[in-house]
Each structure stands twice: as structure tokens, then as C-alpha cells.
């Protein structure tokens, strides 16, 4: 028995009560970086009905409070037989890791042992996340757009510290418009599901065009965005934004929105409008709307493309973790979890 006093109950995201549903929210308010929509209980509850596969280790204190919550999910039944869970949301979560207190710490082998599971996975562990005991093995960059002032002061200061990009974003909103017709932006949230669906369609396309593995070849991912886009959660919105010109679609993209944090997930481009560069100009009008959203944060996930660091204002970091409990449980689901990424490589 350990000494620290705590101790955890393992539920499913719905079995949750709505004073524990409070505690889950007001932690995601007392830290910055867990203000992403794949930490809300909105998106657990949306794994939960795509999957059946999503837990969550609610762990209190000595008092019997809630003192943090891991949320985790199995890939699949064998998974959960053996023990070994992944990050909520699988490979569509560009955020994960534990949800805590102010203050509270807990070593990765006593969260595993109190979990209950014999490994866990975190890949896109959360920057931030050395606070409540999770250090990252390895490290990845990604970008963020912070609005803190608005978008106004966003442009302003974008226009003062690379002026060449900001006129040679305009120079090829003119020619959009002239080769296109005057563009048309709009911001759907919670938009229909056969307005997803064509998105959707439109990503795996280019996933077979560019020779990329297709996110949604898995019909639990799929299944995760129809929950998501049906269950309407007000801690986890879906949105739709949209830019065409003369009718025609030049690029579009469904993210999330939580507290007034955009997480930019999936974009889609008219390939044949690449020389008017129609990803930027979404991301271009996505901002100019920022304000009218309450958008005060745009997350561009994982990555250090030109396309990211053109609009950043900061980097963060995603890692690598891989926690396993100790003993024989820790040794048979390590067992597992290495035959199955074998398997899938």
C-alpha cells in the first residue's frame, strides 16, 4: 500500500457524476495548457460512444476529493484483456495527459498502479505536463497562434515583425480574387454531419494522393468524429470553417473549440489552387473572424512546417512517454503492446 494517500475509482466517461463532471472542468480552467478540447469530458464522452473502449481513473485524495483524472482508452478488446491502453482518442487526440490539481504530482508508476493497466502509451503528451510528474522521453515541436489582445494586435505585430509576409500574403489574396472570384469565408459550429462527411471524403483523397496513411482507415476514428459532430458537447464544439471563390471550394477545415481554443485538426486544400496558397488564406480569414468567435488561442498540433511557423507566435512541445506498471502485469502487457506495433509496422 502506498502512503500517499490516494486512491482511484475506474469509470467510463458517462458514468461520471455531475459534481465529479464540475471537478473535471474547473481543473481544465486552473491550467493553461489543459485548455484544449481533447482533455474535455465532452471528447471522452464522444470516445466512449465511438469506441465503448474509454475509461477514465478518477483519482481522489485523503480527503476524498478529486485530485486529478486520467483519461485513457483501449484499441481494442484484446488491449484491454492484456492491459495495455493508449491516449483518449487514439490517433486522432493531438493532446493528452493527465488532468490534475494545481500542486498535484504523481510518479508514472504509482498513475499506472493506480489505474489499474499494465502499460500506457502517451504520444502528443502535452507541454506543461512535467508539472503534475509526466516527463517526456523524447520531444517534437509544434505552433500556436495566441490572441491575447485580439486579432487587431495580432496583425499589428505580425506586420511589425515579418512585413514581407504579411504583404505577400496580400499580394495573393488580390490574385485569388481575381482568378477565383471574391472570396467567401465561413465559421460553422456544430455543422451537419454531410458537411463533415464531404470533408472527410476530401482528406482521405488526399491522403491516397500524397501517399499518407489515411487517419480514417480506422472506423473507430471515423466513428469518433460522427459522435463528436452528434453529441453537440458544449466543452468540445466541432467547427467547420470554409473558404471558397466563384462557387468553387478552394479549402476548408473541421477543428475543435474549447474555451476559446481552437485546435486546427483537419485541413483540406483544392490542390489546383495551390498557387494562391488556399491553406494560408483560411488560416488568413480564420483569424481576421477571431474576435467575432471568441478565439483567443489557435493550436496548430505537432509539427514544424514553413506553413506553421508563418502565423506562430510560440512553439511547444509534444512527447513521448511510455509508462508501464511494475511486475507481472507490467511485463505481459509490455509483451503485448510490443507485438502489436510490430504487427502494425
Not at 478518477?58 to 485530485?67: F, K, P, T
Not at 509544434?142 to 496583425?155: N, Q
Not at 451537419?192 to 462527411?197: F, G, P, Y
Amino acid at each position: 500500500m502506498s502512503g500517499d494517500g490516494l486512491h482511484a475509482e475506474i469509470k467510463r466517461p458517462s458514468e461520471l457524476t455531475a459534481d465529479e463532471r464540475a471537478d473535471w472542468a474547473g481543473m481544465l480552467k486552473q491550467t493553461p495548457h489543459l485548455r484544449r478540447a481533447f482533455f474535455s469530458h465532452g471528447f471522452a464522452l464522444a470516445c466512449e460512444q465511438a469506441t465503448g473502449l474509454a475509461h477514465v481513473a478518477l483519482i481522489r485524495d485523503r480527503s476524498n476529493a478529486v485530485a486529478a483524472i486520467l483519461p485513457f482508452q483501449f484499441a481494442d478488446a484484446w488491449s484491454r484483456r492484456m492491459g495495455v491502453a493508449q491516449r483518449m482518442g487514439g490517433g486522432l487526440a493531438d493532446h493528452c495527459g493527465l488532468i490534475a490539481r494545481p500542486g498535484v504530482q504523481i510518479a508514472p508508476a504509482r498513475l499506472i498502479d493506480l489505474a489499474r493497466i499494465g502499460v500506457l502509451f502517451f504520444d502528443h503528451l502535452s507541454d506543461g505536463q512535467a508539472i503534475f510528474g509526466l516527463v517526456a522521453s523524447q520531444t517534437r515541436p509544434g505552433h500556436v497562434i495566441e490572441l491575447p489582445d485580439g486579432s487587431a494586435a495580432y496583425f499589428a505585430a505580425l506586420a511589425a515583425a515579418n512585413k514581407s509576409f504579411l504583404q505577400d500574403t496580400e499580394r495573393r489574396s488580390r490574385r485569388l480574387e481575381k482568378e477565383f472570384g471574391s472570396p467567401q469565408f465561413s465559421f460553422t459550429a456544430n455543422p451537419d454531419e454531410a458537411a463533415v462527411q464531404a470533408l472527410l471524403e476530401a482528406k482521405r483523397a488526399q491522403y491516397a494522393r500524397t501517399g499518407v496513411d489515411d487517419s480514417f482507415a480506422d472506423p473507430g476514428h471515423m466513428n469518433l468524429v460522427r459522435a463528436l459532430v452528434a453529441g453537440k458537447y458544449p466543452d468540445c464544439i466541432p467547427v467547420l470553417t470554409l473558404l471558397s471563390a466563384g462557387g468553387r471550394v478552394l479549402a476548408r477545415h473541421l477543428g475543435l473549440l474549447h474555451d476559446g481554443h481552437l485546435s486546427y485538426w483537419f485541413p483540406v486544400y483544392d490542390r489546383e489552387a495551390q498557387k494562391v496558397s488556399p491553406g494560408r488564406m483560411l488560416v488568413w480569414h480564420t483569424l481576421m473572424a477571431a474576435d467575432a468567435h471568441g478565439i483567443c488561442l489557435i493550436d496548430r498540433g505537432e509539427g514544424d512546417s514553413q506553413a506553421k511557423r508563418d502565423f506562430s507566435t510560440g512553439v511547444r512541445q509534444f512527447g513521448l512517454l511510455n509508462l508501464r506498471a511494475e511486475g507481472w502485469r507490467g511485463h505481459v502487457a509490455r509483451g503485448w503492446q510490443s507485438l502489436t506495433w510490430r504487427l502494425r509496422r
